[in-house]
């Protein structure tokens, strides 16, 4: 028989009074098994009339404050998320049988913090936040190619490739955190953490 929490949970739950802790075991369990970008998650964002729009993107780093993913400030999600904060996450890791659903606002983050994760990335992924105006339309194929070759022109220099103002990170400041394991015959197990108004978690176990 299968090992359970004091919750009556797949061990595999724990038993944590942090929901940051809980994702930080089941993420390091991911990038172990999932085979495919472990870090990809479905981002849900709505327009301010509340139409909404739902895309993959990577999960570039977490801690107490939130969950951060980097984008084109000029992009749809931006402009949505500056219109409404207001967003969800979620994690499917097909290998695993497990998801995770998290509920937030999203903030922009700071320069030091995009500039720091700017200056990680391949040149080439340097080059292409300045040659790409996201979401928008291409007259052709070719347009966003000799864009491309334009901003390496202007950027040889692979070690001083400067971040474009239009290019930051959004951080997820989480409101509730849900974590979800598949179960037999969709009796699913479901442990949801919301945060109260003293700033403290408090756990509820879901009916799937």
């Known amino acids: 028989m299968n090992q359970k ?24 369990v991911a990038k172990k ?17 509340g ?18 993913f980097y984008t084109n400030l000029k992009s749809q999600k931006s402009k949505e998320l500056k219109e409404n904060p207001n967003a969800t996450m979620c994690f499917h890791w097909k290998s695993l049988l497990r998801q995770i659903r998290i509920v937030g606002k999203l903030n922009q983050v700071d320069d030091k913090t995009a500039d720091d994760y700017y200056s990680t990335r391949a040149y080439e992924s340097r080059i292409g936040a300045w040659a790409s105006k996201q979401s928008s339309i291409l007259k052709s194929r070719d347009e966003l190619l000799n864009n491309l070759e334009n ?3 202007k950027y040889s220099d692979k070690d001083n490739v400067p971040r474009p ?12 955190i849900e974590f979800w394991l598949d179960g ?13 108004n003293n700033n403290n978690w408090e756990k509820s176990l879901l009916s799937p």
């Open 5 to 28: 929490n004091s919750l009556g949970l797949n061990k595999c739950f724990l038993d944590l009074d942090d929901p940051f802790e809980l994702f930080k075991e089941w993420f390091e």
């Open 184 to 196: 037999d015959n969709r009796i699913h197990e479901r442990l949801k953490y919301t945060l109260d």
């Open 51 to 68: 139409v909404p729009s739902v895309r993959m993107v990577l999960l570039k780093g977490f801690d107490k404050d939130g969950f951060i």
């Open 165 to 176: 103002d239009h290019w930051s990170g959004w951080n997820l400041k989480p409101s509730s």
């Open 151 to 153: 901003f390496k022109k």
């Open 33 to 49: 098994r999932e085979i495919n970008d472990p870090n990809a998650l479905a981002l849900g964002t709505a327009s301010k009339d």
